[in-house]
């Protein structure tokens, strides 16, 4: 049977990645999980911290993106799905930008947010293969694609 691999990028506030590997492990899916770095003072900092510190906000925010694009970019580039979550909270360009790589690469794409962000994530919307309000569809997605199981249905 295959693994698959599904990277899943977005909004860190909240346990709704382990919302998703807690479903799939309920469904026994073949799954290996990967995600950025979800530590955010580790993420922000990652770049001075190993590289040296600079005096400009700008470059100490640039060297912590491209360190942390090194891992993101590998780990979308290597996912069979990409899942990505915005939240309520913040604004997460991030997330735009990580389901645009994805979009460019041809990776299936599955975006999460709540219906007060339809408008303005209409885009990105429209380049997912799937809109989920919730983790538990998520998870149903998976489950679906993976084994060709629909809930509630039999043959």
Known sequence: MRTWTIYL????????????AAG???????????APVTDHPASDDCGVAILGSEDSKVWHDRKGAQ????????????ADI???????KYRQW?????AGVAAAL????????????IHPLKEVDAAALAVAETSDQIVEILDYVINGRLAGYTD
């Open 106 to 117: 041809g990776k299936p794409l599955i975006v999460n947010h709540g219906p007060d962000l």
């Open 67 to 78: 360190l942390n694009a090194i891992r993101t970019q590998t780990l979308i580039k290597a």
């Open 24 to 34: 799939a492990k309920a469904r026994a899916l073949p799954v290996v999980f990967s």
């Open 9 to 20: 990028s977005g909004e860190i506030h909240t346990d709704w990645r382990d919302d998703i």
């Open 94 to 98: 991030n997330a735009a930008f990580d």
């Open 82 to 88: 990409v899942i990505v979550r915005f939240g309520d």
